[in-house]
């Protein structure tokens, strides 16, 4: 398996425009976590899910956030409209129960610049 | 929700000599403890974990120990090499079962090992 997959790797915009950021899990994991990094405030879980259904978004800054999973393979996290402080690295992680270690598989990241 | 609290946040040693992390959780609940490695531009990258039902756990260079009735954990890295400069994170949930396995991270360890 390639592992999960994001995209892009680096976005660059201007306040105000809308950001989707995108992710594939791993196949055969049901879990699906969005996770974003900052320097001051560490890695902190914006959402997950479970079999594409959403579990808790209580880690979702504001109603400009918001989050899909379409299917099992694929999920997007949208700011609309994007502000400065939301400049980060966003990660995309996955695990499932027939992983039975526990691991969180991280994607690469997708750093986002907003002007 | 479950608190994870990280000491040092930065640590620099000497080639050779040992690192030590600390972390304190909040949750009574939590029974998973991992230990995520991240290098500069990289994606975490789980490098140890030890279960509730386990005091200590050990791989080559690395322990972890744990103590269920103080609520804290840490992190032993022996003979430190200077590829094990990176950022570590403690993470604290509730276990697979419960939550897929949802993260609490701490704040993070920048560990800089001087040749």
């Known amino acids: 398996d390639a592992g999960v997959i994001q995209s892009p790797r680096h976005e660059v915009t201007e306040m105000g425009q809308e950001v989707t950021l995108r992710c594939k899990p791993i196949s055969g994991h049901d879990y699906l976590f969005w996770y974003r990094q900052t320097m001051m405030r560490g890695l902190e879980l914006l959402i997950y899910f479970n079999n594409n259904v959403p579990i808790d978004d209580s880690g979702m800054p504001e109603d400009r956030f918001s989050a899909k999973m379409p299917n099992a393979s694929f999920s997007t996290l949208k700011i609309q409209p994007s502000e400065p402080r939301d400049s980060a690295v966003y990660f995309c992680?996955?695990?499932?129960?027939?992983?039975?270690?526990?691991?969180?598989?991280f994607g690469e990241g997708s750093r986002l610049t907003v002007l | 929700g479950e608190n994870v609290e990280q000491h040092p946040s930065t640590l620099s040693v000497q080639e050779g000599d040992s690192a030590v992390i600390k972390c304190t959780y909040s949750?009574?609940?939590?029974?998973?403890f991992p230990w995520y490695k991240q290098e500069l531009g990289k994606r975490p990258q789980l490098i140890i974990d030890i279960r509730s039902n386990v005091g200590e756990k050990k791989d080559q260079r690395i322990a972890v120990t744990l103590n269920k009735t103080a609520k804290h954990f840490s992190l032993h890295i022996t003979e430190t090499q200077p590829e094990d400069s990176a950022v570590y994170f403690c993470a604290a949930s509730r276990g697979l079962r419960a939550a897929g396995n949802k993260l609490t991270f701490g704040g993070g360890t920048r560990v800089l090992v001087k040749p």
């Open positions: 949750d009574s609940a939590s029974n998973y």
């Open positions: 992680a996955s695990n499932g129960d027939r992983a039975a270690t526990g691991e969180l598989f």
